[in-house]
């Protein structure tokens, strides 16, 4: 009996330390955080196992978590939902069933998860994209474009700028009834990165007619030329998205060559030809003081000449937006750009936000110094969380009065 108990008390305790993890004290609803935390770490560590043994690739692995999370294409008493396609891309659509008091608006939106996991249909997301279209009385796409691996920069943008450039024709946006003068592209995390590159690109597009009125972006990741950034400092070991892992969706998103992995885990990928792009990221100019704490600027030593030139897409703004010159930007619509304090894409949101202000964009920088990544998902139980609410809010706010 007294090995029993003894056996008892040393898996408890070490389940216990396994599930704890300590968290900043502002946190919201840190209980809660640390459980899926917890979930994701041991999922994580069990594909980092499959994938040394050859069961399967790790991030096969991690989608797990979407596969869990999916739901049905289900209609309801305000909002008819369906998967279909558009451009030949799957799309999950959200169509306001009341009758229209005259055009009506929509959203584009562009899931997260690093570029390498996530879906349309995933509850969180299915329920963002409900709650847009019935309170907005709004037409919302929600595009699945592909994942990496096996699909890799730039599959992700053409999918979605596929999508987005389809939409925009006048026939398609008269067959859904939506008004050409409000269409607005949104996104979180890999999608804000998506999201902001199509903004960028259609811009630019002299194919395209209707312009976009909006971009909302959730914490997004908009560069990898500096992965040491103030931000990746502080929240290296934060939920839910510790610096190893952002490392690994950037590193996955532009190739499966280990060697590229290797070399931006020690920031050492930045090829010397890119010397001109790394004002564009300086953290020490574009991020609010506040934000900068104790941290010491040093540029991102040079070192990856021949990755850079295997994978051009670490240099190309379609794939990192906060690379694009203030020409680039200076015809962009106004944004929205959601930050959170706990993140370690933080700073490439406010970074993102100074130099479109810069350029004369009209800019709303929502920071939430009680939040962290994902939280805008957290919308039902048995994830749920105020902050979740709280954010989504601001974002649907914000979009009442600008879209």
Not at 44 to 49: I, N
Not at 155 to 168: C, I
Not at 284 to 291: K, Q, T, V
Not at 340 to 350: F, K, P, S
């Amino acid at each position: 009996m007294g090995a029993r108990l003894l056996c008892l008390g040393l898996l408890t305790a070490l389940l216990g330390y396994y599930i704890y993890s300590p968290l900043p004290e502002e946190l919201a609803q840190p209980g809660t955080v640390m459980l899926v935390s917890a979930a994701l770490r041991a999922l994580g560590h069990l594909s980092e196992a499959a994938e040394l043994l050859g069961l399967m690739h790790y991030m096969e692995g991690l989608r797990l978590f979407t596969a869990v999370e999916l739901v049905a294409p289900t209609s309801d008493e305000n909002v008819t939902v369906t998967d279909t396609e558009l451009s030949g891309v799957p799309v999950r659509l959200f169509l306001p069933r009341r009758a229209p008091g005259g055009l009506r608006r929509a959203v584009l939106y562009f899931h997260g998860g690093g570029w390498c996991l996530g879906d349309a249909g995933m509850h969180g997301y299915d329920l963002m994209s409900r709650r847009t279209s019935n309170e907005l009385d709004a037409v919302v796409v929600s595009v699945n474009y592909r994942l990496a691996p096996p699909h890799h920069f730039p599959a992700q943008f053409e999918d979605v700028y596929s999508v987005t450039k389809f939409f925009l024709q006048s026939q398609v946006l008269s067959q859904y009834g939506v008004d050409p003068a409000r269409v607005c592209v949104a996104g979180d995390s890999a999608g804000g990165n998506l999201a902001a590159a199509v903004a960028q690109q259609l811009s630019e597009d002299p194919d395209v007619k209707t312009k976009l009125r909006a971009q909302v972006l959730i914490y997004p990741a908009l560069q990898a030329l500096d992965l040491d950034l103030p931000s990746y400092r502080d929240n290296a070991h934060k939920p839910l998205l510790p610096r190893s892992l952002m490392v690994r969706f950037w590193s996955e998103y532009l190739s499966s060559d280990p060697a590229l992995r290797e070399a931006m885990a020690s920031n050492r990928h930045v090829p010397p030809e890119a010397g001109h792009l790394l004002p564009r990221v300086n953290w020490s100019r574009w991020l609010p003081a506040g934000m900068r704490g104790a941290h010491a600027y040093e540029a991102p030593a040079a070192g990856g000449a021949a990755l850079a030139r295997r994978y051009p897409g670490l240099l190309d703004p379609r794939a990192a937006p906060l690379l694009a010159g203030e020409a680039r930007l200076r015809g962009l619509p106004p944004a929205f750009v959601l930050t959170c304090e706990h993140d370690v894409l933080r700073d490439d949101g406010a970074m993102y936000a100074g130099r479109l202000r810069a350029a004369g964009v009209p800019v709303t920088h929502h920071h939430a110094k009680d939040a962290f990544h994902g939280a805008v998902t957290f919308l039902a139980w048995p994830l749920e969380l105020a902050v979740g609410h709280r954010l989504f809010n601001a974002c649907l706010d914000w979009l009442r009065e600008n879209l």
